[in-house]
């Protein structure tokens, strides 16, 4: 079956550090592709999203490009601030399966000043 | 900008008794979902749910389980006799499919199960 694949964590930083979460995925048709954030106390909130092959989600710095060759859905931030610090999931989706998600086991990333 | 909310935050039940965690999706959204999270472990699907019935249902969701939207607005989930197991997170979400490409769920901040 379909499964998502992400480093494990925890990934300490200090700020203005580059960031890079590698994600990858197993799927028997052509998926789309989510960055989930779930900041401390708080629910799953969509980050970026891709529904393509080179296709590249960004959001509030953030970029993932769907590789279909590699089966790669890396999440990467050039500089990163404190309030980053938070759960991410790499999680994707396909149409014959109601659109449901399918999440990685997340990565908790902290962000030291 | 419009959200899913869910009560109550945190739902502390006896095990073998029943319970009902409440969700109001996004209201033009039509798809819905639920999902569980146990402490320290990932995000599960359990439940989707199109047209006032179960499109698709994980393992998890057995017959203990069930979903309702008794009134157009609300989207339940109901655990009949609770088990110590079921103790995790419970998101629930919703999405307006777009006909040619996937729109993207918005997810509630959770309601936190402990069974006792």
């Known amino acids: 079956g379909d499964s998502v694949t992400q480093m494990e964590g925890p990934v300490t930083l200090s700020e203005e550090a580059f960031l890079t979460i590698n994600c990858t995925y197993t799927?028997?048709?052509?998926?789309?592709l989510f960055w989930y954030v779930q900041y401390p106390g708080e629910g799953l909130q969509l980050l970026l999203k891709a529904t393509k092959a080179d296709d590249k989600g960004s959001n509030k710095g953030f970029e993932a490009t769907y590789r279909k060759e590699t089966t790669s859905f890396h999440l990467e931030k050039g500089s990163v601030q404190v309030s980053d610090s938070a759960v991410y999931f790499c999680?994707?989706?396909?149409?014959?399966?109601?659109?449901?998600?399918?999440f990685g086991s997340g990565t908790r990333l902290l962000v030291r000043p | 900008e419009p959200e899913v909310t869910q009560t109550p935050s945190h739902q502390v039940t006896q095990m073998g008794q029943e319970v009902i965690l409440r969700c109001v999706p996004i209201?033009?959204?039509?798809?819905f979902y639920w999902y569980r999270q146990i402490l320290g472990q990932k995000v599960e699907f359990l439940v989707s749910f199109y047209n006032n019935e179960i499109s698709e249902k994980s393992e998890i969701f057995d017959d203990q389980f069930s979903v309702e939207r008794p009134d157009g607005s609300n989207f339940t989930l109901k655990i009949r006799s609770t088990k110590l197991e079921d103790s995790a997170m419970y998101f629930c979400?919703?999405?307006?499919?777009?006909?040619?490409?996937?729109?993207?769920?918005?997810f509630g901040d959770g309601t936190r199960l402990s069974i006792l």
């Open positions: 979400a919703s999405s307006e499919r777009g006909r040619f490409y996937n729109q993207p769920q918005h």
């Open positions: 999680a994707l989706s396909e149409a014959d399966s109601s659109y449901k998600l399918i």
């Open positions: 209201s033009n959204h039509l798809y």
């Open positions: 799927a028997t048709g052509y998926p789309s």
